[in-house]
């Protein structure tokens, strides 16, 4: 081809693009570089269709263009759940040391499934989970792989306890075992995907409905007392940290049943786990060692980018026995010869995989744990600062004391429609992003914080608009 020839469409996509790649690091860049980054705006469906239509054409456009779209209109309607002013549903607060490396991996199209593919990645990526799991005190021999989220993590945990448990009743009552119906222990204030998990997999909810919202290993006894075929509630699920107060249900209590009765003890930690590395509440997570399995999301209170949660077993060799996936093409990652290897395929429903447990290996190796643990107090000292703001106000009532990150409060007087009209205000002036809750029946406000760099002062002006 001669020097000048134009270079053909199928090769322009691959061939190296200095102004590209400085476009998108200028960008990049920017965004790092913004010191409270907005909250932005929820975006109407017309707003946005018109702002896509007929952008996908035959010979491409223009990327700077489609940059300009992309920050000028379309970013502009993705609400920042890393805004220190955003304390809806669970934000999240990525370390700028996270949100490069993620870039990072992605530059380097890591195939994360295999030891093969990816020995060095994989073994990171171990690294870091093996400091959640120390800090679990969890076995030398635990571990598992990054997943995408509590849900995929609460689903791959689950499959493996349901499989164990029909494995173990096979083998002690014969094949008829095979087809009996199992049933898993939940509470009331399980999280929707431990449902959805169970609903999933054919398994049906044993629920135990629990006194002042906490999971208490009494409560398990007394309802596995109750029923007439406690055999055939072969696991049980607990939260540390339920999504909408932050409760921490009582781990030691209802772990010390599950070894009792053989049952397979799983801990959905995916918000609150990692109050383990807080030392002012680590004492709540008393019994979490007992767990045969265990999910936390660091994209939420570990300060990584989506979509990565940790998914932790006591005894990794019974996840690999119920995900490994059986394909020829797939021999090649799999030695019987000894030689190490620690697939994340294995451990998870999944195959391909990004290796998404690196930017918190990352992060966490470049900060230090100490900035961890101290990240993970802020908020949940705010929570408390916040809370006794609230005693103080006549107007407020606190629903509960808080135990992590979670405020829930009622403004007396209000309808839920003053705390819609109250959350639209706040997020129209742009000064926070919150959604109510309901909470034993009724509408209450609810806070939820991650970020570090929300402040008291931010809560206090909020608060003042309930006067
Ligand atoms: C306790 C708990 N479990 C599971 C999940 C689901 O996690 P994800 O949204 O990462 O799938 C959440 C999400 O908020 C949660 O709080």
């Known amino acids: 081809m001669a020097a000048d020839a134009p270079v053909p469409p199928q090769q322009r996509m691959h061939t190296p693009d200095s102004e590209l790649v400085a476009l998108i690091l200028d960008y990049v860049s920017d965004r790092l570089a913004i010191p409270e980054t907005p909250l932005d705006h929820p975006g109407q469906k017309a707003e946005v269709d018109a702002i896509l239509d007929g952008l996908v054409t035959r010979e491409g456009m223009d990327p700077a263009r489609v940059l300009e779209i992309y920050a000028d209109h379309l970013s502009k309607t993705v609400l920042s759940a890393d805004s220190p002013r955003y304390w809806a549903f669970i934000p999240s607060a990525p ?8 870039m990072v991996v992605s530059a380097a199209s890591l195939q994360g499934i295999s030891w093969l593919e990816a020995a060095g990645a994989v073994a990171a990526e ?6 959640i799991a120390d800090a679990a005190g969890l076995p030398v021999g635990a571990g598992g792989a990054f997943v995408s989220g509590g849900s995929a993590g609460n689903l ?31 509470s009331d204030q399980a999280h929707s995907s431990v449902r959805n998990t169970l609903s999933i997999i054919d398994v049906d ?3 135990i409905t629990t006194a002042d919202h906490r999971f208490t290993g009494d409560a398990l006894r007394a309802a596995l007392e109750a029923d007439s075929d406690p055999d055939s509630i072969v696991a049980v699920v607990a939260t540390s940290g339920t999504t909408n107060a932050g409760i921490i249900d009582d781990l030691l209590g209802v772990g010390t049943v599950a070894r009792e009765r053989g049952m397979w003890f799983h801990v959905d930690g995916a918000y609150g786990g990692a109050g383990l590395f807080a030392p002012s509440v680590r004492d709540r997570y008393a019994g979490i060692e007992l767990a045969d399995s265990f999910v936390v999301d660091p994209h939420k209170w570990l300060f990584a980018p989506y979509d990565c949660a940790a998914l932790l077993y006591r005894e990794p060799r019974l996840a690999k026995a119920v995900h490994t996936q059986d394909a020829s093409y797939l021999d090649a990652i799999h030695h019987d010869d000894g030689s190490y290897e620690w697939n994340p395929t294995d451990y998870a429903y999944h195959l391909t995989r990004r290796a998404r447990g690196l930017p918190l290996w990352f992060s966490l190796v470049v900060n230090g744990t100490d900035a961890y643990t101290e990240a993970i107090e802020h908020s949940i000292t705010l929570a408390q600062q916040v809370a ?22 009622r403004r007396v007087g209000w309808t839920a429609a003053d705390y819609d009209t109250w959350c639209a205000r706040l997020l129209r002036d742009q000064v926070a992003f919150i959604t109510s809750t309901s909470w ?19 809560l206090r002006e909020v608060l003042a608009t309930t006067a």
């Open 95 to 102: 370390t700028k040391a996270s949100l490069l490396f993620d």
């Open 205 to 207: 909810p044993f629920v």
């Open 388 to 409: 006794r703001e609230i005693d103080a106000a006549e107007h407020l009532e606190l629903l509960r004391e808080p135990t992590l990150g979670m405020v829930l409060f």
């Open 156 to 186: 791959s945990a689950l499959v493996v306890a349901r499989d164990t448990a029909r494995h173990r009743l096979v083998a002690r009552d014969g094949e008829q075992a095979r087809h009996r119906r199992l049933r898993f222990a939940v």
């Open 440 to 458: 034993e029946g009724e509408t209450v406000g609810r806070f939820s914080f991650i970020h570090p760099a929300t402040t008291l002062e931010m």
């Open 126 to 131: 171990n690294q870091a989970l093996r400091w």
